[in-house]
């Protein structure tokens, strides 16, 4: 069965971290482009950042460049996101994505 998990959202202080992770099963996971997206509330779904199926290519949304990082295990099947200095406007549902394959979400809260 094809799954995407996310794990590793919470409740973070401003200019906190969290380290988002995604496991994946049913696919042949190290062929893919993986992504990270969010939604906010009353916002549409907004792609954070992707990384090449073999990891050597990242891109990412002007506003989490330089503060979050993408990266892979492809032995492990995981996608991570590394994201510091967290802002509010960075709370939102984050979701792993390959293709037309999503996870439920994780929750990130950045508040005070």
């Known amino acids: 069965q094809v799954q995407l998990v996310e794990s590793g959202g919470g409740l973070v202080q401003p200019g906190g971290s969290l380290r988002l992770s995604c496991a994946a099963f049913?696919?042949?996971?190290?062929?893919?482009?993986m992504r990270w997206y969010r939604q906010a509330p009353g916002e549409g779904r907004e792609l954070v950042a992707m990384i090449s199926s073999g990891g050597d290519m990242t891109n990412y949304a002007d506003s989490v460049k330089g503060r979050f990082t993408i990266s892979r295990d492809n032995a492990k099947n995981m996608v991570y996101l590394q994201m510091n200095s967290l802002k509010a406007e960075d709370t939102a549902v984050y979701y792993c994505?390959?293709?037309?394959?999503w996870g439920q979400g994780t929750q990130v809260t950045v508040s005070s």
């Open positions: 994505n390959s293709g037309n394959r």
């Open positions: 049913g696919f042949s996971f190290s062929g893919f482009t």
